[in-house]
């Protein structure tokens, strides 16, 4: 529900009567759903499920935090943070999801942490590539740093990167960059 809040831009008022409907008229009694979107976003937050929005440069030359956080023009270029006219609206926006949090909660779940120590445990022998554990980068990096290997629990990570068009416009004046990483401690 609270994605459909932001890709139909409706208001917090109709999405608090929204899960209030739910709660009350449609679900049984005692159920456990919010009754409205900030209890809604306070249980989406209490999982670690967040993201920090980080203000930008319009043209990429600084992100607005630390000791940057206040300013609206860019330090470097001059250009104005905010968009002209409505006050405090950035014109370019990071959304950051934090990684620690999320690794924290994989090794608190007992039956993921147990399969996060598969490369040790599950790579293949043979000369067959099944996985990326029998990639020759794989073994490079193995036969380099030998200590970081021997520990299971030691994550290896990869970053993914893509440009996304949303809208399918290619005039359009904004782009889309998704940074991933990838957790190749996972079986394939």
């Not at 630390?66 to 002209?84: E, F, G, I």
Request: aromatic share 10%; proline share 7%.
């Amino acid at each position: 529900m609270l994605n459909l809040n932001i890709v139909h831009s409706v208001s917090n008022t109709f999405m608090d009567e929204l899960f209030s409907l739910f709660k009350k008229k449609l679900l049984p009694k005692n159920n456990k759903m919010p009754s409205t979107s900030y209890e809604a976003h306070m249980l989406i937050k209490s999982f670690g499920l967040i993201y920090d929005s980080i203000h930008a440069c319009v043209n990429g030359c600084v992100l607005f935090r630390r000791t940057l956080k206040h300013p609206h023009v860019c330090p470097k270029c001059d250009s104005n943070m905010c968009v002209d006219g409505l006050g405090d609206v950035p014109r370019k926006v990071l959304r950051h999801f934090p990684l620690i949090p999320s690794l924290i909660r994989m090794y608190k779940c007992k039956s993921l942490a147990e399969i996060l120590t598969w490369p040790k445990d599950g790579a293949s022998f043979d000369d067959l590539l099944q996985s990326m554990s029998d990639s020759k980068a794989w073994k490079y990096i193995t036969g380099k740093w030998p200590k970081f290997v021997v520990n299971p629990p030691n994550i290896k990570l990869g970053l993914t990167l893509d440009v996304v068009n949303l809208f399918g416009d290619l005039n359009s004046c904004h782009s889309t960059w998704l940074m991933g990483l990838l957790n190749y401690n996972l079986p394939p």
